[in-house]
């Protein structure tokens, strides 16, 4: 029988194999000069214009992931 401890441990993998997934994905990403979560353009090699986009993109992109949608482009708004 898992007690508390188990639990917390249990829910910091499960956060910390999604943290890795997202940096995967974004190893993967070639920068495109537009930020890929508004699309502030002239960003030169960033992938986004600041961590605040960096961060509801991988948001976003885990749940994605979870509802089996294709990540990443097509999906600025
Ligand atoms: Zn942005």
Do not use: K
């Amino acid at each position: 029988m898992a007690d508390e401890a188990d639990l917390a441990f249990d829910s910091e993998q499960r956060h910390l194999s999604q943290a890795l997934a997202a940096q995967r994905a974004r190893a993967r990403m070639q920068p495109t000069g537009m930020c890929l979560h508004c699309g502030t353009e002239n960003l030169g090699n960033q992938l986004f214009c600041d961590a605040d986009c960096a961060g509801d993109w991988e948001y976003e992109d885990t749940l994605r992931r979870r509802l089996g949608l294709p990540g990443g482009r097509g999906s600025l708004h």
